[in-house]
């Protein structure tokens, strides 16, 4: 399966926030649509990437975390999937080297977001399909 | 107004397509306790089941008995079967929003993806789809023709589809005998001149997307060798270290037949389906008369991206292959409904979740839903969309509960009956679908087949009795 039939049920919805925001509104954003991560897009291109984990982290050790910009927590080397990449293969990839949020480009251009719980479902409503497919065959068969 | 989906209100649903997605959705809905639903499926042609009749080949019969879990819904009460009867040709969505509270769109992928090279359209190269329909009995391709005198074919593609096409084009008369393919197709096929068949991969073994099953079955063909060129079955470091860590026996598997294959030398029979690897076709050829006549090829290399998916990248060493068919099978992609908002892009019904979104809003379109194919691209098994069109109800049945539905103003199961009956009066109803059924079945029997199927709508209305 590729990344494209996740990004297709998924509305269009990549919920963005730019560098110089506050982590206050970056909070905010995670907060309102529940999620946990937000693509940091500058230009409309992905400039980082900040997830829940980033601000809890910074939260441990730091009273004032309200006041930093989105800048200073997110991550700078953010992966970054295709639509065409293999369900299986970026699953591996994002368990092997631990992070959530796969930022999708298409051409340049930001088109979605795959989180690691969405590659889950994916993944076990493929084998649930097989399995339903095999269980058919083999009682009415 | 009584509740929406009690006996005296009962949730109305009109479901577009008659393939496994749509049945599947239909089964979720039917089996919720305590919901009053009523459902009607509409197909563009004739007969139900999309896919299962259409698209599953001809001798996987096994794979079809799915349909009888679909049958046993569509002999329900409340549910009924209106084929031939075309969304946006006989009822627009208007007319829909007038006798139902929601709308699915269950579609599927009907056309194929184009290979975006020089040549693709000379005389001789064609979409897969088309061949399988054509050899399946769909009304609409039975008037196709293929020049099966020639010696060579190219497939394009590595999925069970071109696998299928590359088998049907590899059995022996005696073996097409035995399926339920059009009978126009057996005959064609039964007196075809190919000789070789070239299935053709862009990434390696270790890539191919056709399933175990499907490749050990081509090398148990009657008169046909499946072969693989040793140099293409081995695999590159990349997929090797790939393929040790994956922990995955199935693709083990699946490397292991492949490197048998690459084993085997021609046994004598008298055709050979070559499996090819790392090859991308750049460009076909044609003859004067705008026939194709050669493929040019060129190898390609394997790397990895960043997020671990192995790619092709293509090299500067080519190669030209004689074919004077080419079957292209990398992709499908659905086809637009009049009204709906469609991502051309990806080819699908723009939705999350299922829920039909208006693009410029990003907001759900109240009342309309998309499962199977048309939801997420052509993807998995038939089983696999059974999680997907749950996923979709799941959404109607939350919706319906907060009265977010169309408000239908004739939601009566008498209205929409006459209204079909008024715009499209050769409607094939399911108890029409059983009788023509029967008579398949039937005429199948005395040949030792499934079925022999009916192709064109005259041929079902005369079989019915209906001029």
């Given at each position: 399966m590729k990344i494209s039939a996740i990004l297709a049920t998924k509305g269009m919805n990549v919920v963005t926030v730019r560098p110089e925001q506050s982590l206050r509104e970056a909070i905010a954003l995670l907060s309102m649509h529940n999620i946990g991560a937000l693509v940091v897009v500058e230009s409309g291109k992905p400039v980082g990437i900040i997830s829940e984990r980033d601000i809890v982290r910074r939260a441990a050790n730091s009273e004032d975390i309200f006041s930093a910009s989105v800048e200073d927590l997110m991550t700078k080397e953010v992966v970054t999937g295709s639509p065409q990449d293999d369900l299986n293969a970026v699953l591996q990839t994002m368990t092997d080297r631990r992070f959530r949020h796969l930022p999708i480009v298409d051409e340049g251009r930001l088109v979605g977001i795959v989180s690691i719980g969405d590659l889950v479902k994916a993944q076990l409503n493929e084998y649930k399909g097989e399995i339903d497919t095999l269980q058919t065959r083999i009682s009415k068969g | 107004m009584p509740t929406l989906g009690t006996t005296s209100n009962p949730l109305r649903v009109a479901i577009i397509g008659s393939g496994p997605a749509a049945f599947y959705a239909a089964e979720h809905l039917m089996k919720q306790a305590g919901l009053v639903v009523q459902i009607d499926m509409f197909d563009r042609l004739p007969t139900p089941y999309g896919l299962v009749r259409f698209?599953?080949?001809?001798?996987?019969?096994?794979?079809?008995?799915v349909v009888k879990v679909f049958e046993k819904l569509a002999r329900q009460p409340n549910f009924r079967f209106y084929g031939n009867v075309e969304f946006g040709k006989h009822l627009t969505l208007a007319d829909f929003k007038e006798h139902y509270h929601q709308i699915l769109y269950a579609t599927g992928a009907q056309t194929d993806r184009r290979m975006e090279i020089p040549g693709e359209d000379f005389a001789g190269s064609f979409p897969a789809t088309e061949f399988v329909a054509w050899y399946n009995g769909h009304p609409d391709y039975r008037h196709l023709q293929f020049d099966l005198s020639t010696e060579s074919v190219a497939v394009v593609g590595v999925g069970n589809v071109a696998i299928d096409v590359a088998r049907i084009l590899s059995l022996t008369p005696k073996e097409l005998a035995v399926t339920d393919m059009a009978d126009y197709a057996i005959e064609a096929l039964s007196q075809s001149q190919v000789r070789q068949v070239y299935l053709l991969g862009r990434r390696g073994p270790a890539q191919a997307a056709f399933t175990n099953p499907e490749i050990k079955e081509v090398g148990e063909l009657e008169d046909a060798d499946a072969l693989v060129l040793p140099e293409e079955a081995q695999l590159d470091p990349v997929s090797q270290a790939e393929l040790a860590a994956s922990n995955d026996p199935t693709l083990q598997k699946k490397v292991e037949i492949l490197q048998e294959y690459a084993q085997r030398q021609p046994t004598g029979k008298s055709r050979k389906l070559y499996i090819r690897f790392l090859v991308s076709p750049v460009e076909l050829f044609g003859d004067a008369n705008g026939r194709v006549t050669k493929m040019r090829l060129v190898r390609n290399t394997l790397y990895k991206t960043e997020t671990g998916t192995i790619r092709p990248k293509p090299t500067d060493q080519f190669e030209e292959l004689e074919v004077g068919l080419v079957f292209r099978s990398v992709g499908y992609r659905g086809v637009p409904l009049p009204e709906v908002p469609f991502n051309d892009k990806w080819g699908v019904i723009w939705n999350e979740k299922g829920r039909v979104i208006d693009p410029a809003t990003k907001q759900p379109l109240t009342g309309q839903y998309t499962s199977g194919w048309i939801k997420r691209g052509p993807s998995g098994v038939i089983g696999t969309n059974k999680p997907d069109s749950v996923e979709t109800v799941m959404c109607m049945l939350e919706d319906a509960q907060k009265g977010a539905t169309f408000q239908p103003a004739q939601p009566d199961l008498g209205s929409i009956d006459q209204l079909v009956r008024e715009r499209q009066p050769q409607f094939f109803s399911f108890a029409d679908w059983l009788a023509l059924d029967k008579l398949e079945v039937a005429k199948g029997a005395a040949q030792g087949r499934p079925r022999v199927k009916f192709t064109s709508v005259e041929d079902m209305l005369a079989a019915l009795g209906r001029k």
């Open positions: - | 698209g599953v080949a001809p001798d996987h019969q096994k794979i079809k008995t």
